[in-house]
């Protein structure tokens, strides 16, 4: 059968995602979206990684510090 999901999925994804932003590996950022769910990006530990995503790419510096 099927493992089912970890609690703690969205928050390891969501660090994932982080982390993949501060190494600047933006396409493999992009990848691991692509293979979540569409529910899971309303969740707020996958928003947040793409706010900042969003908020660095328009040059918002003072919203990432």
């Known amino acids: 059968g099927l493992i089912p999901p970890s609690p703690p999925e ?3 994804e969501g660090l994932n995602l982080l982390r993949l932003l501060v190494q600047n590996r933006i396409a493999e950022f992009h990848t691991e979206l692509e293979l979540l769910p569409a529910s899971a ?5 996958i928003k947040h ?3 900042l995503k ?3 790419m328009d040059g918002f510096y003072n919203r990432v510090l």
């Open 10 to 12: 969205y928050q390891i």
């Open 41 to 45: 990006l309303e969740n707020p530990c």
């Open 49 to 51: 990684a793409l706010e």
């Open 54 to 56: 969003q908020s660095f």
